[in-house]
């Protein structure tokens, strides 16, 4: 069965860098599109960025240009490398594995942005 185990979480300074990681099992990972979602404390989860099984990625406008994902087939494992982090920035991060019509969702990593 599928699995999705996030980690790279932590308390950064604004202005640092973190990078997460996003661990699949259970699944062909390389067929299949990954993305990042955040959800704040009291807020909804918000979409963050995608990547494609071929490569493509998209990004949520508050995150272009700070914010890269990239995939590593051969470890089953999503990127996501997070710069010039803000405060609005804390949030608990997820993976999610879209397969067909069903989407799986890793537990989170805690990332919070603060001095």
């Known amino acids: 069965q599928v699995q999705l185990v996030e980690s790279g979480g932590g308390l950064v300074q604004p202005g640092g860098s973190l990078r997460l990681s996003c661990v699949a099992s259970?699944?062909?990972?390389?067929?299949?599109?990954m993305s990042w979602y955040r959800q704040a404390p009291g807020k909804q989860r918000d979409f963050v960025a995608i990547?494609?099984?071929?490569?493509?990625?998209n990004y949520a406008d508050s995150v272009k240009g700070r914010f890269t994902i990239s995939r590593d087939n051969a470890k089953n494992t999503v990127y996501l490398q997070m710069n010039s982090l803000k405060p609005e920035d804390t949030a608990v991060y997820y993976c999610?594995?879209?397969?067909?019509?069903?989407?799986?969702w890793g537990q989170g990593t805690q990332v919070t942005v603060s001095s």
């Open positions: 259970g699944s062909t990972f390389s067929s299949y599109i």
């Open positions: 990547i494609t099984n071929r490569g493509t990625t």
């Open positions: 999610k594995q879209q397969i067909g019509v069903r989407a799986y």
